[in-house]
């Protein structure tokens, strides 16, 4: 009998201020809208915002549960989650940012195996930097999502990341581009990015998608695409976003 396995996802960057944060709640909102149970876990382990954003909680966090493995106290995932909503948990990075330099990257596949085997969606939102944890994390993701804004700096560093990933021959990443984070920034076309990059596009956030008061949001805690107001008034984005969700459901990991 097959066991079901939570597809999983990194969600990272090449730089800070992508948005990418925001694509990982976002994503969590389509999903749950789908009735898909997720799970999203904080990497980014000195930022701490997925809890900060959804005004969450909670007791216990990445460490105390890397904590409790290294000492043999580890009892069941669940034990160690925050929910959002019905479909949504979250795992925290540390409360205490000085705990995170104490996680140690041996217990991520141990941590990702077995909440793997209780959801559906795993979303990990991570920091930008090539650290052994985001690399043992993406060993262990079906794909990493890199979001990138218009900003050179931003494309420059995405095509050093696309060279060491075809050095590599690996190909098991997207690019996402965030046409809403900055809509005075959007100065080169899809055709300069492509060129500046040496590889493509996958999926786009529309300057539609742009919200002006982004940050009442995330003061009442609140995901965007879970929003009615927002999902009537940004249905390009909305739709994007969408079709970006169903495509990492059909992939399947080489």
Do not use: W
Request: proline share 2%; with cysteine.
């Amino acid at each position: 009998m097959a066991i079901n396995k939570a597809k999983i996802f990194a969600v990272t960057s090449v730089k800070g201020g992508t948005g990418k944060t925001t694509m990982v709640l976002n994503l969590a909102g389509i999903f749950s809208l789908q009735k898909k149970k997720v799970l999203i876990v904080d990497l980014d382990l000195y930022g701490s915002a997925i809890a900060a954003s959804l005004n969450l909680k909670y007791k216990h966090d990445l460490y105390t549960l890397a904590d409790d493995l290294q000492n043999n106290k580890f009892d069941f995932i669940e034990k160690y989650v925050t929910k959002y909503n019905d479909f949504i948990d979250v795992l925290p990075a540390p409360k205490d940012l000085r705990n995170a330099n104490h996680i140690d990257s041996k217990f991520l596949h141990i941590i990702l195996s077995k909440a793997s085997m209780k959801y559906d969606i795993m979303l990990i939102d991570t920091n930008h930097f090539l650290s052994e944890i985001n690399l043992v994390t993406f060993d262990q993701c079906d794909e990493i999502l890199y979001v990138i804004t218009n900003d050179p700096i931003d494309l420059k560093n995405m095509k050093s990341m696309v060279a060491i990933y075809k050095n590599m021959k690996n190909k098991n990443y997207k690019i996402i581009l965030n046409e809403a984070k900055d809509i005075q920034r959007n100065y080169f076309s899809n055709i300069d990015i492509k060129n500046i990059i040496k590889d493509n596009i996958d999926y786009t956030v529309p300057n539609h998608f742009y919200i002006k008061n982004i940050d009442k949001y995330v003061l009442d805690g609140e995901i965007l695409t879970l929003n009615t107001k927002i999902r009537n008034s940004r249905k390009k984005g909305i739709k994007n976003l969408e079709m970006l969700a169903n495509n990492l459901l059909k992939d399947k990991k080489d």
